[in-house]
């Protein structure tokens, strides 16, 4: 059975003749526009629908964002019978270009915000089917009709840039200029997660319970501050752990004194490393391992450290969310290294 959205683009689309090639654009596709999440879901949406219709489209995305795919300039005119305009506002010279390059083609919109029904922009289209606007009622955005995918495990950073007392010891430049790269290839979501607190700044927790909070709904922390390995552990949370001092210092020590395996040395640092210890800690068994930190912290403080051994942990206004290192499902690992059990 159809999808609303699927008739919705039936009838914007009309009658097509010949192959009646489609070319899918959307601020994505201007070079000096912006892509959001919610524009590429909103891409993913009308890509499936087309799909399902059976309507032959291309994607064109700014190279800016999807370096080596089909561009606006690569994307020939007389190949698309219609070009099809994707989500955002309706609003600008980018507009105005489109229109001119692509007169040959009938030219529609779906998803948009029409702020000037009389402006150029809006008037370049043959049809559009708006979300909102003066003369338009309410429409779902296209973004809660895209497919969804496996969820992505959301991932901590916390890094530093000082300890300037190590002097001619510190490489934490070379380990930021490695791992900030590779964090940026990896699937995952990525958070700030500086262990610096504040009161004037809402991009820092102000206590240290909040930053506990914050570290119990993580998967994984990606760090080379002490601080960043021992919290992660405390709250059964895996650390991928990199210490930035030449010959090690205090990240060495206390991955030793918590029998942490994940933990790489400065002079070592490499992808493939790199690559090993993600794996392992995002499986069940960097799972396990950090949950039993935990219980162990626990034990030997005779306080609770918050999370470890809890299969559903409860939410401070009420219900229950899964616990770390759940929120992505298990992933497959090299063989796990030799540990303490």
Known sequence: MPSPLDTRLDDLLGPRGGAGRVLVTGWFSFLDGEVTAGDALAQRAVSASLDRLGIVHDTAWSPAFVPGGLSLDEALPSRYEQLLFVCG?????????LHERFASCRRVAVGVSVVDPDSRAVRGFHRIL?????????????????????AAPVV??????????????RAHDRVAEMLLPWLARQDCARIDADTRLAHDDWRHCRTPDQYLSLIGRLDLVVTDRLHGLVLALRAGVPALAV?????????????????????????????VLLDH???WCLSPAGNAAARRRSARLS?????PMGTAGSARLPL???????????????RPSPKPPMEET
């Open 89 to 97: 506002p309706v609003h600008g010279a980018p507009f105005i270009r």
């Open 130 to 150: 708006a979300r909102d606007g003066p003369d338009a009622a309410a429409l779902p955005d296209l973004a809660t009709d895209a497919p969804a995918s496996a």
């Open 316 to 330: 401070s206004g009420g219900g229950t969310r899964p616990a770390p290192g759940t929120g992505a499902g298990p």
């Open 299 to 303: 034990a030997v403080s005779g306080r």
């Open 277 to 279: 210890w993600w794996d």
């Open 243 to 271: 210490d930035p001092v030449l010959g090690g210092a205090k990240v060495t020590a206390q991955s030793g004194v918590l029998r942490w395996p994940a933990t790489v040395g400065s002079e070592n640092l490499s992808t």
């Open 156 to 169: 901590g950073v916390a890094l530093t840039y000082g300890q300037g007392e190590y002097g001619d010891r």
